[in-house]
């Protein structure tokens, strides 16, 4: 069953295009990340999902009702967020603001108490703390805290732990984890490639507004997995190869006894993920100017222009820029 299934869903202000026909879906009890460059249009599309932006086009519906209609107070209380739009009163105390928030839904004896969320999300010796006062990590539990009040069927998170120390980065990703294990379906946008890993069974990757690639995380790892980069000095120079296979390549460096300081590594999903959004800024500098893009008419000669990097070793001074 889908809990999220949108179609073409386009969005512009003016001659600026956000969103240019994105098709997301999400069935119940999945988790999906949305990932991307900042502008790609991740948050646009969650605000639209959740009916707080109006779309231009396509079509999308949301746990059975399209949102950009009349929302009915059963619809939203099937629903947590916790999004970059939200806001309150910084000088409210943890408990009075999760009680403030359970007031808004009408089924009171099927939420969950207020010194239940305390505890479930490590908050109890801070309930009496103001908002203002809480450091990054703890205001981040206390909006998830608020975001599944209601037990909710659909968890939408976006960017939930952007500037957090990885304490307390970990900490929400358990909580979060907690809530999937029980059955919740999760959408999260996130800049975090490792958090998306974790976290999500599918990740859909934006650029430009629209969708490059959609597919399990190891899925897209493959994509470029078989691919290694081989790195080592010769003759006072630096040299890079990216190749399919590498054992030939690597044993014909070895019966020179000129090569020095040689290292094989495998291509990282940030590698796939910097390949497929197809950015020149960011991708690795052996890819750079390949002009191709995964998902598109270009889908699978990004793969290729890799492998032709294995035709000849390159000198990485070179392609970094150095002198």
Do not use: C
């Given at each position: 069953?889908?809990?999220?299934?949108?179609?073409?869903?386009?969005?512009?202000?003016?001659?600026?295009?956000?969103?240019?026909?994105?098709?997301?879906?999400?069935?119940?009890?999945?988790?999906?990340?949305?990932?991307?460059?900042?502008?790609?249009?991740?948050?646009?599309?969650?605000?639209?999902?959740?009916?707080?932006?109006?779309?231009?086009?396509?079509?999308v519906n949301v746990l059975g009702q399209d949102p950009s209609r009349e929302q009915s107070p059963r619809w939203r209380s099937r629903i947590g967020m916790a999004i970059q739009t939200g806001h309150d009163h910084p000088k409210w105390r943890v408990n009075?603001?999760?009680?403030?928030?359970?007031?808004?839904?009408?089924?009171?004896?099927?939420?969950?108490?207020?010194?239940?969320?305390?505890?479930?999300f490590g908050l109890t010796d801070h309930a009496r703390k103001p908002l203002l006062n809480l450091s990054g990590g703890l205001r981040r539990?206390?909006?998830?805290?608020?975001?599944?009040?209601?037990?909710?069927?659909?968890?939408?998170?976006d960017e939930p732990t952007t500037g957090l120390d990885p304490a307390a980065k970990r900490a929400v990703h358990d909580v979060v984890a907690d809530q999937m294990d029980?059955?919740?379906?999760?959408?999260?946008?996130?800049?975090?490639?490792?958090?998306?890993?974790?976290?999500?069974?599918?990740?859909?990757?934006?650029?430009?507004?629209?969708v490059v690639a959609?597919?399990?995380?190891?899925?897209?790892?493959?994509?470029?997995?078989?691919?290694?980069?081989?790195?080592?000095?010769?003759?006072?120079?630096?040299?890079?190869?990216?190749?399919?296979?590498?054992?030939?390549?690597?044993?014909?460096?070895?019966r020179d006894e000129d090569v020095r300081h040689l290292e094989v590594r495998r291509i990282s999903l940030e590698d796939a993920y910097l390949a497929l959004v197809n950015r020149e800024e960011q991708r690795p500098a052996a890819w750079r100017g390949t002009g191709a893009k995964y998902g598109t008419e270009d889908e699978g000669t990004w793969q290729s222009a890799l492998t032709d990097f294995a035709d000849a070793p390159t000198n990485a001074a070179t392609l970094y820029g150095e002198k």
């Open positions: 069953m889908a809990v999220i299934d949108a179609r073409d869903i386009r969005k512009a202000y003016g001659r600026n295009t956000v969103l240019d026909g994105v098709d997301l879906t999400l069935h119940e009890g999945e988790s999906v990340a949305i990932l991307g460059p900042n502008g790609a249009g991740k948050t646009t599309t969650i605000e639209i999902l959740m009916g707080f932006l109006s779309r231009d086009g396509g079509w009075e603001f999760l009680t403030w928030i359970r007031e808004h839904y009408e089924n009171a004896s099927q939420l969950r108490t207020v010194d239940e969320l305390l505890e479930v539990r206390v909006d998830l805290a608020a975001a599944v009040v209601n037990r909710p069927e659909l968890l939408v998170l029980n059955g919740t379906s999760l959408l999260l946008t996130t800049h975090d490639l490792a958090e998306a890993d974790r976290l999500a069974s599918r990740i859909i990757i934006l650029d430009e507004g629209r959609d597919g399990s995380p190891r899925a897209l790892r493959e994509q470029v997995e078989s691919m290694v980069e081989i790195t080592w000095s010769q003759g006072g120079a630096n040299h890079l190869h990216v190749a399919a296979e590498a054992e030939g390549f690597v044993r014909a460096l070895l």
